[in-house]
């Protein structure tokens, strides 16, 4: 999976289409991502014992195919690059973008 925690995201498909948000997790195996403020779910917890019932807000993950990282040059897919530094070379995180690329680290 080509996006990471913290990477700006829009999303392209669904009820939130169009927003745009910060991921917060993700779950690789499942090809799913958790993004700020996006896909929002209620969860109604039964009371236990002494502890009343609650209604906990979260935020759902929704499918990283359905979302598309975002840079200053506008959205675009990741790709990979390798640089040469200090006579080694790095593996890095690149933005493809219509008008060009950017470096995503």
Do not use: C, W
């Amino acid at each position: 999976m080509k996006i990471k925690t913290g990477d700006n995201v829009r999303v392209t498909a669904g009820k939130d289409k169009g927003k745009t948000g910060k991921v917060l997790q993700v779950f690789p195996n499942l090809n799913k991502v958790v993004i700020e403020e996006i896909n929002k779910a209620v969860k109604h917890l039964k009371r236990r014992g002494n502890t009343a019932g609650q209604r906990i807000d979260y935020f759902a993950p929704i499918d990283a195919s359905n979302v598309r990282v975002i840079g200053k040059a506008g959205e675009g897919r990741v790709a990979y690059k390798f640089i040469e530094r200090d006579s080694k070379k790095t593996k890095v995180r690149i933005l493809k973008t219509k008008k060009g690329l950017e470096d995503l680290e």
